[in-house]
């Protein structure tokens, strides 16, 4: 499975940005997928989560400026940020969760390689 995040760039406090992962190789529609950011200096978080089912969660920090959605048929997952904030500043990454029993006795992960978001004015 890979991976691929874009949609990252610079902009001002209080923009907005979509980010996109799309996924290639394995079986999408059965991956709780999420996106993940790491700020420098600062381990890696959870930002949002998005199931199978499309059921959701969010980290405090970005509930209701954040919303996570995916596309099966288009195997995407999308990160939609508005009222961006300087500490949203990160490498963001999206993350796949395979369930067990597919490739492995026990869930798999498979991570693209991040797009870094910067908000600054």
């Known amino acids: 499975v890979q991976l691929v995040e874009s949609g990252g760039g610079l902009v001002q406090p209080g923009g907005s940005l979509e980010l996109s992962c799309a996924a290639s190789?394995?079986?999408?529609?059965?991956?709780?997928m999420g996106w993940y950011r790491q700020a420098p200096g600062k381990e890696r978080e959870m930002v949002a989560t998005?199931?199978?089912?499309?059921?959701?969660n969010y980290a405090d920090s970005v509930r209701g400026r954040f919303t996570i959605s995916r596309d099966n048929d288009k195997k995407t997952v999308y990160l939609q940020m508005n009222s961006l904030k300087f500490d949203d500043t990160a490498v963001y990454y999206c993350?796949?969760?395979?369930?067990?029993?597919?490739?492995?006795?026990?869930?798999?992960?498979?991570w693209g390689q991040g797009t870094q978001v910067t908000v600054s004015s």
């Open positions: 993350r796949a969760q395979e369930p067990a029993g597919y490739t492995d006795y026990k869930p798999v992960l498979y």
């Open positions: 190789g394995g079986i999408f529609d059965i991956y709780h």
């Open positions: 998005i199931t199978v089912g499309g059921g959701t």
